[in-house]
Every structure is written in structure tokens, then in C-alpha cells.
């Protein structure tokens, strides 16, 4: 059974340090597109078997709020799930957070669409659906995102 949120631990290099010791913003980004990738994998969804099918999943938007830097002292956690799911997109919902889950790092919500391999907008098969629906987090009522 998947469990919520899908963790996914990043060490950080010193090559993603800015000059002050600090992961660079722009990291934080390639840490969500791993946690994202490393949770579809454990929904049955690998990059290559839904590319293999024509799809892909594009992102369209990225709200992150960055509340702490984090530095090269420990690895970082990305926390992975889905909001809400729609028929062809969805809103994901990450954080990156100490090891010991004490410290937020940066919270996102990542807006994310499903094309066709030229990038039109499709809809997919219901095997991708049934593995998007394993990542939603439940809300708090036990109804789904």
C-alpha cells in the first residue's frame, strides 16, 4: 500500500549552494520534480511507461514559498501528493522539510496538466487515473482531495 505523503530524501551537494551556504532557489524546484517522479514510480506511473503510451504530465504553474533555507549539514525530505485531481490535470502539493520533519523548508502547489506527445491537452487512459487517484491525500473529513 502507498503511503501519504510519498517521501522522497535528496542529498544536497555543494554545487546547490549559492555563495552563502544556502540551497539556491532554483534547486528547490528540482527537488519537487524528483519527489514528483519518485511518487509517480510508486503509483506504477514511471516517466518512461507513460511516455511509452504518448502521455506526459506537464507543469503549468508553480505557487513555492520558501520559509527557510536549507544548507549541505543534512539531506532534505520532499513530501509528495496530489490535492485535487481532475480528468486531464491536477494540483500537487509538496514540501521539503528536515530529515526529522521539524523544519519547512518551502511549501508548493504545482498545477499539472496531461498532453499528448505534442503537447495538446489529452485524455488518458484509465490506468494513469487509477494510479493519479493512489497519490491524492485524503482530506481531513476521510473524503479525498
Known amino acids: 500500500m502507498l503511503t501519504l505523503p510519498v517521501e522522497t530524501t535528496i542529498k544536497v551537494r555543494f554545487a546547490e549552494l549559492d555563495p552563502y551556504g ?22 506504477d506511473l514511471s516517466l518512461s511507461r507513460v511516455a511509452g503510451e504518448g502521455f506526459q504530465f506537464v507543469i503549468t504553474q508553480v505557487h513555492a514559498r520558501y520559509l527557510v533555507p536549507a544548507t549541505a549539514r543534512e539531506p532534505v525530505i520532499v513530501r509528495t501528493s496530489i490535492g485535487s485531481l481532475r480528468r486531464i490535470s491536477g494540483v500537487w502539493s509538496q514540501e521539503i522539510v528536515s530529515p526529522d520533519g521539524s523544519t519547512v523548508y518551502l511549501t508548493a502547489e504545482l498545477s499539472a496538466g496531461i498532453t499528448d506527445r ?8 484509465e490506468w494513469i487515473i487509477d494510479g493519479l487517484r493512489r497519490l491524492v491525500k485524503p482530506a481531513a473529513d476521510g473524503t479525498g482531495g
Open 22 to 43: 544556502h540551497v539556491n532557489h532554483a534547486m528547490y524546484l528540482t527537488y519537487l520534480e524528483q519527489g514528483r517522479a519518485e511518487a509517480l514510480e510508486a503509483a
Open 118 to 125: 505534442n503537447g495538446r491537452p489529452a485524455k488518458p487512459p
